[in-house]
């Protein structure tokens, strides 16, 4: 992981949140709350722009990093087919014990900037011996 990162951005997106991916996942979830939850938890905020090109980003090997924890901050759940804004930076980074620990944060947005979710998700690396 580089932390020389640590504050700045990784990648911007213009997505939208698809209202065929929110039925999708609401069909899989298959619960009397599916509908709700769908339209919060649609995406995860690191590998939004795609795995790949967040492992590239931040410069992880996941061959030694594991997901220390992820949180969602909620303003208001999706609309189907609305446009997105997201924001991807590497909000903090520190090293303990052979260990690197980067904390990505993710927000989502309207063009116009109304905030709907805040992702915020700690990767740990062990440092090469």
Known sequence: MNGSLKGKILATLETRAHAVKIAELEALLGTPN????ARLNLF???TVIGERNF???LELN???ALLGGHEIIFQRAFVPDE????EMRLADYSEKNGMQFGTIETR???PYGEEIQVQTTTFI???PA
């Open 34 to 37: 599916a509908a709700q939850t």
């Open 44 to 46: 995860f905020g690191p």
């Open 55 to 57: 492992v590239k980003a």
């Open 62 to 64: 996941l061959d030694r």
């Open 83 to 86: 446009h997105l804004h997201v």
């Open 108 to 110: 989502f947005a309207t």
């Open 125 to 127: 690396e062990r440092m």
